[in-house]
Each structure stands twice: as C-alpha cells, then as structure tokens.
C-alpha cells in the first residue's frame, strides 16, 4: 500500500461546479497535511494546509481533515478553467520526512 | 523577493560525469529539501536537512549526496549520474518548525543523463 493515496485521475468538472479530489495516508502519527496545486511545467504552490481534524475554509477552498479515517480532501467551489491543474497531496510522517501523493489532475470544462 | 533558487535550470550530460545542482534560499529558513518528480509518481524525497551540519536520507536517496554548511545553500550532488537519474528536480524550503510549515519550491532543474 503506498503512503499517500490520491484518487486517480484526470477529473473533469464543467465551469461553476464543485471538484472533489481525495487523499488517504498510512501513517496514523501524520500531523501535517498539504494540498498544492502544480501547472505544467511549473514548481509546485501552497493551495491549503490542515493540521487539526474538520475543515478550514480559505476562498473557493475547502481542506477536510479526518485523522480516524486516515483522510484529507480538497473542496474546490465555483471551479474555474484556471482551477485546471494537478493536485499535489502531501503528508509529513516521522521527523522531517514529507511525503506527497502522485496527484490528481484537474479539468475544468468552460 | 522571497525565494528558492535552483542552478542550472536545464542540464543535459553523459553518465559517470560528476554534476552539482545549487540551491539557495533567502528566507533564512532552516529545514530544506530535494525532491525528483517522475511521470506517475509524483514527488519523491531525496534528501532533507532540519538545520545547518544536520542531513537526513528520503525515501530515494540513492545515487545522491548533499551537504548544510551554511544555513541558505544545499547542493545536490550526483557523483556518478546514471541514465535512472534523469528526472525533475526540485529544491524546497520551510521556516518554523521546519516539515510542518509549507513548503516553499524552487523552479525546478530538469536534468538528462545520457
């Protein structure tokens, strides 16, 4: 089983709707978790980060925190075609080990 | 501005041929990073270090050598490249409490060994 899980993609969204991209992880002593969002050929940016389970609401976007569940998601409301990208999920393990999911790429139709 | 910055950007060389990537940053943050991003398998740890003088081994660190002598530099160094090294490279770092805060990447090196 690999660490960090993503659903795998592409997702296709149409303008307006809501993206829903998923993240589970094994490592039950994880207190740092991560969502970037990666455009072609560029460097990976911070969207969100959650340390506490629930949710945290910046903007258009919402980070979900399950620790029980092993789980992190990343809402994306009114998605946008500049929304369209690959998501990054990344979760810190022991010391200072950061690992990150294969992604999920993201398309929103006009 | 704050920054990661990586050198070269673009490396093309031929295998066995010692190579050094550079990164700096001007953060003054303490924890630092390498990663490789391969087709499928996102981003890979090679390498990080939580202070100055302190190093410690990824999940593929392989092939690979860095060094922390001061608190902005940590070169990557490949000391016998091999085709299996070709690959994105990128360089991070975080302030804080170091793993914990977000990450802040570099523009990537994207190196090719032949």
């Known amino acids: 089983q690999k660490e960090v899980e993503q659903n795998s993609g592409p997702l296709s969204v149409p303008e307006g709707a809501i993206a829903s991209l998923n993240c589970t992880y094994s490592?039950?002593?994880?207190?740092?978790f991560f969502w970037y969002r990666q455009y072609s050929g560029k460097s990976p940016e911070l969207i969100m980060f959650?340390?506490?389970?629930g949710d945290k609401e910046d903007g258009r976007f919402t980070a979900q925190l399950n620790k029980a569940s092993q789980y992190v998601s990343l809402l994306i409301r009114d998605s946008q075609p500049s929304d369209s990208a690959t998501y990054l999920c990344?979760?810190?393990?022991?010391?200072?080990?950061?690992?990150f999911g294969q992604g999920t790429e993201l398309s929103v139709k006009p | 501005e704050a920054q990661v910055t990586q050198n070269p950007r673009y490396l093309i060389t031929v295998t066995g041929k010692k190579l050094t990537v550079t990164c700096s940053q001007n953060?003054?943050?303490?924890?630092m990073s390498w990663y490789r991003q391969d087709p499928g398998l996102g981003l890979r740890q090679i390498y990080y270090?939580?202070?100055?003088?302190?190093?410690d081994k990824g999940d593929v660190p392989e092939g690979y050598k860095v060094s922390r002598k001061e608190k902005r530099n940590f070169p990557l160094i490949l000391e016998s490249p091999s085709p299996n090294q070709t690959s994105l490279y990128f360089c991070?770092?975080?302030?804080?409490?170091?793993?914990?805060?977000?990450?802040?990447f570099g523009d990537g090196t994207r190196l090719s060994i032949l």
């Open positions: 990344a979760v810190t393990t022991g010391g200072g080990k950061l690992i």
């Open positions: 490592d039950r002593g994880s207190q740092s």
């Open positions: 959650i340390y506490s389970n």
């Open positions: 991070a770092s975080s302030g804080g409490t170091g793993v914990d805060q977000p990450q802040h």
């Open positions: 270090s939580m202070n100055v003088e302190v190093t």
């Open positions: 953060m003054n943050h303490e924890y």
